[in-house]
Structure formats: structure tokens, C-alpha cells
């Protein structure tokens, strides 16, 4: 069974850092790009960003970029989402999610979020 | 970057009637749009990748269609446990969501 479980989420002031994680288990988690997406409160879905199955490539939404950083550790079949500078604007649940990736001969690959973790609050507030 | 805009922001309707939600993307997109199911207070649930594919699991009542920059995610006999908000999503290049469409209970 797919599992996924973040942690690391909490209180923190305007302009500080937290760094969440998130745990996998129940399929081969290096074989998978990951990625974290957000809701804030009341609103809608927002990815925030994602990483290759070796953590060669790196990608995020215009938001985030320069300020979170996404990382992974094979080994430990974590994904880990570090988050600096934060501003109340980024207050708002944390999932992460597996990857998955879709082959169609005429339209080529496209990739789509099939298992999701319970999410994790940030809240940033003074 | 790419925009995606679904409507109706909301849509009521009966048990058994037929619903259908619409998304725009601001550029072709070729078939690459998922749609995600999410109830209140619950984590969201993938319901049809790639334009037209059923994830495993769900009902085939759900229909997927579309190419290009328009898309629709049909409901064609809306039971109770699909009242819920409604999500699409660019999969290719900027993973953006739509704003998303609630269908509620008339």
C-alpha cells in the first residue's frame, strides 16, 4: 500500500524557515519524481514544486523559487521541502505527492499526482 | 506561463442528473490535463489523468474529453459521494490547477 506522511509543519513568524518532510513507503520511491503542492486556507490547489527521481532536476512554481528549495534522500525514501523567507502568504496545508508518469504514443509524456500524504499545516503568523 | 479556468465556479444539481465542468488552458496543452476530486477537509483524490483516463478505482460514470485548450470532466449520473470540489490541472510543463468548480447538492 502507498503510503505518504509529511511532518514538519508548525507555527512560524513572518521572514523565518521550516523545513517539512515527508515520508514514503509501500513502492519503489526512487523510481518516482515527487512533488509538494498547497492549499491555502479556503482556496484552491497551488503546486509549489517538484524533484527527479535522482534529484538531478528541480522545478518550481514563480512564487517559491529562490526561497524554497526541494530535496530528497533515496536512502531514506524521503522528500524534504525546505522553506525560507516565509511570509503570511504562504500559510496553507502542505501535501506532497508521487509522481506519475502517462506515455501516449501521439502526444508524448505527461505525468499527473496519484497518491497524496494527509498534508502538514504551515502557519505563518507573528 | 499557463492558465487554466474551469467554470462554472459552482454547479447544483440533483442525485442522478448529469454535470459536466469545463476547463480552459491559456495555450494548447495537446491532452495533458488531469482532474482531482476533494472533499471538504479531505486530501485530493485523482479521478482522470492525461485528458481521458479513469485512475484505477474510479466509477465510470467520470468522463474525461478534450484536446488543445478545452477540456471537460462529465458526470453522468452524479451520486452522493460526488458532491465535492473539482480540480483541473496542467500535467506537462507548469503542474498549474485550476481555480476549481464545487458541485453541490441542489
Known amino acids: 500500500e502507498v503510503q505518504l506522511m509529511e511532518s514538519g509543519g508548525g507555527l512560524v513568524q513572518p521572514g523565518g524557515s521550516l523545513r517539512l518532510s515527508c515520508g514514503a513507503s509501500?513502492?519503489?520511491?526512487?523510481?518516482?519524481?515527487m512533488t509538494w503542492v498547497r492549499q491555502g486556507p479556503g482556496k484552491g490547489l497551488e503546486w509549489v514544486a517538484n524533484i527527479k527521481e535522482d534529484g538531478s532536476e528541480e522545478n518550481y512554481v514563480d512564487s517559491v523559487r529562490g526561497r524554497f528549495t526541494i530535496s530528497r534522500d533515496n536512502s531514506k525514501n524521503s522528500v524534504y521541502l525546505q522553506m525560507n523567507s516565509l511570509s503570511v502568504d504562504d500559510t496553507a496545508i502542505y501535501y506532497c505527492?508521487?509522481?506519475?508518469?502517462?506515455?501516449?504514443?501521439?502526444?508524448?509524456?505527461?505525468?499527473?499526482?496519484?497518491?497524496w500524504g494527509q498534508g502538514t499545516l504551515v502557519t505563518v503568523s507573528s | 506561463d499557463i492558465q487554466m479556468t474551469q467554470s462554472p465556479s459552482s454547479v447544483s444539481a440533483s442525485v442522478g442528473d448529469k454535470v459536466t465542468v469545463t476547463c480552459r488552458a491559456s495555450q494548447n496543452i495537446n491532452d495533458y490535463v488531469n482532474w482531482y476530486q476533494q472533499k471538504p477537509g479531505k486530501v485530493p483524490k485523482l479521478v482522470i489523468y492525461?485528458?481521458?483516463n479513469l485512475q484505477s478505482g474510479v466509477p465510470s460514470r467520470f468522463r474525461g474529453s478534450g484536446s488543445g485548450t478545452e477540456f471537460t470532466l462529465t458526470i453522468s449520473s452524479v451520486q452522493p459521494e460526488d458532491f465535492a470540489t473539482y480540480f483541473c490541472q496542467e500535467g506537462h510543463k507548469t503542474w498549474a490547477f485550476g481555480q476549481g468548480t464545487r458541485v453541490d447538492i441542489k
Open positions: 509501500g513502492f519503489a520511491f526512487r523510481s518516482h519524481w
Open positions: 492525461a485528458g481521458s
Open positions: 505527492a508521487r509522481v506519475r508518469r502517462h506515455y501516449d504514443v501521439l502526444t508524448g509524456y505527461s505525468t499527473h499526482f496519484d497518491f
